[in-house]
């Protein structure tokens, strides 16, 4: 079957870096989808990796590394604001997206 | 600036009773798609159509149905509510050029109750 495994809830301090790991076995790859939701509203994306290697986004960065089906989001400088869940998505080998529970992150003062 | 717009926001039906969800969406996508997204669970796909007229089972379409009868519109519908199909729905649009990013852009979601 297809999987995607990442911590169900992590927390961090305002000003600190915070990784969060995704893990996934699928059948095939196209491509790694971070978004990001807020509690009540709709999830946003955040990046996309289809090679492997670090994509960098202002404070927010995704690796990816297709022979060991792991990728992680780097958030620098946390704010409050980044308080949300963090959902991970695989595009399968027929173009289908496989989502992650998400993560939840809660930033503390 | 509407984006993807979903109506209801909010629904509380009795079990078997019927419904319709719609999905607007104003940037001329072809692919749309209704999820539903659970407690500790990942969102998955009910439907979605790949361009006006037709539509395709995700998968979880049991006991919903689709119609895209027209490109900007994508409905969902309850034929009988059941308490499982209590959920947050999303309804989602994209360009369907896989070759860039595939990013999807969601509406701001249909929480029903079914009691």
């Known amino acids: 079957g297809q999987n995607i495994d990442q911590p169900t809830e992590m927390t961090a301090t305002e000003g600190a870096i915070v990784q969060i790991n995704c893990t996934y076995q699928?059948?095939?790859?196209?491509?790694l989808f971070w978004y990001q939701q807020h509690a009540g509203e709709a999830p946003t994306f955040l990046s996309y990796?289809?090679l492997d290697g670090l994509e960098e986004k202002g404070r927010f960065s995704s690796f990816l590394s297709r022979s060991k089906g792991y990728s992680y989001l780097l958030l620098k400088e946390l704010q409050m604001k980044d308080s949300a869940s963090y959902l991970c998505a695989v595009m399968d080998s027929n173009y289908q997206l496989i989502w992650g529970a998400g993560t939840k992150l809660i930033i503390k003062p | 600036n509407a984006g993807v717009t979903q109506t209801p926001k909010f629904r509380v039906l009795k079990t078997g009773q019927s419904m319709t969800l719609l999905c607007a969406q104003d940037m001329n996508h072809e692919y749309m798609y209704w999820y539903r997204q659970d407690p500790g669970m990942g969102l998955r796909l009910i439907h979605y159509s790949v361009g006006e007229g037709t539509t395709a089972k995700g998968e979880v379409p049991d006991g919903y149905n689709v119609s895209r009868l027209k490109k900007q519109n994508f409905l969902l519908g309850l034929e009988s509510a059941a308490p499982s199909q209590t959920s947050v729905y999303f309804c989602a649009s994209s360009s369907g050029d896989y070759a860039n990013t595939g990013e999807l852009f969601f509406g701001e979601g249909s929480r029903l109750t079914v009691l």
């Open positions: 990796n289809v």
């Open positions: 699928t059948s095939g790859f196209n491509g």
